[in-house]
């Protein structure tokens, strides 16, 4: 059975902090893995990773992928109020169109 | 340019009606696809749709149905509603729907609630 697991489920840090999201997955027809943010209701595009090793960097956000450990990471740097949200890492498979396939994800809460 | 665009943005139905839920996909997308997203849980893989032809379907009954014009927008049908299908329903674009990365971006969803 296809598997994506968040961790930690929720966190909370003061701003300025910098926190690391993890993602692990266990899924037959890999093909890449997603973040997404989502405040209210659209989650909203961060980054696919489809490589081992290289990093993805946007602003104080940056992401990596292991595929032989099968995990990926999202850092958050100097984070800030506005970064409070959940972040859901997604597994697209390999069939015969694109199925994502998401974690609980994590509840992130930056307090001032 | 217009992002994923859905309607309605709220609806209350009751048990045993039936429910069309619309999605409007990002100019020059043509893949579509339909997800559940109870709360506390991340989306749920329903249907996706390229060139009108299903391209899959994730585990969820018969009663779940849907399909995509020629315009590339699309309709979510549920029939016989129950209790547990009470959720936020997002719909998701992308530019290809075959074998190839693709980013998907979502619309603001529809909350459905069923009393």
């Known amino acids: 059975e296809d598997k994506v697991v968040q961790s930690p489920l929720s966190l909370v840090v003061h701003e300025g902090d910098t926190v690391t999201l993890n993602c692990s997955y266990e899924?037959?027809?890999?093909?890449?893995l997603l973040w997404y943010k989502q405040e209210k209701k659209a989650p909203t595009f961060l980054f696919m990773l489809?490589?081992?090793?290289i990093e993805k960097k946007s602003g104080r956000l940056s992401s990596i992928l292991d595929k032989k450990e099968l995990f990926s990471i999202l850092n958050i740097t100097a984070t800030q109020t506005g970064d409070s949200a959940v972040y859901l890492c997604?597994?697209?498979?390999?069939?015969?169109?694109?199925?994502?396939?998401f974690g609980t994800g994590t509840s992130l809460t930056v307090i001032p | 340019d217009a992002g994923v665009t859905q309607s309605p943005t709220h609806l209350i139905k009751t048990r045993g009606q039936h429910v069309t839920l619309r999605c409007s996909p990002i100019?020059?997308?043509?893949?579509v696809s339909w997800y559940q997203q109870v709360l506390g849980q991340g989306p749920q893989f329903i249907f996706q749709?390229?060139?009108?032809?299903?391209?899959g379907r994730g585990n969820f009954p018969d009663r779940f149905s849907a399909r995509q014009f020629p315009n590339y927008s699309s309709e979510l049908n549920v029939n016989a509603l129950l209790l547990g299908d009470s959720a936020l329903y997002l719909c998701?674009?992308?530019?290809?729907?075959?074998?190839?990365?693709?980013?998907?971006?979502f619309g603001p969803g529809t909350r459905l609630t069923v009393l």
């Open positions: 998701a674009s992308s530019r290809s729907g075959t074998s190839s990365y693709n980013e998907q971006f």
């Open positions: 899924v037959t027809n890999f093909r890449s």
């Open positions: 489809t490589s081992s090793g």
């Open positions: 997604a597994v697209d498979l390999f069939l015969t169109g694109n199925q994502f396939y």
């Open positions: 100019s020059g997308h043509k893949s």
């Open positions: 749709y390229y060139e009108k032809e299903e391209r």
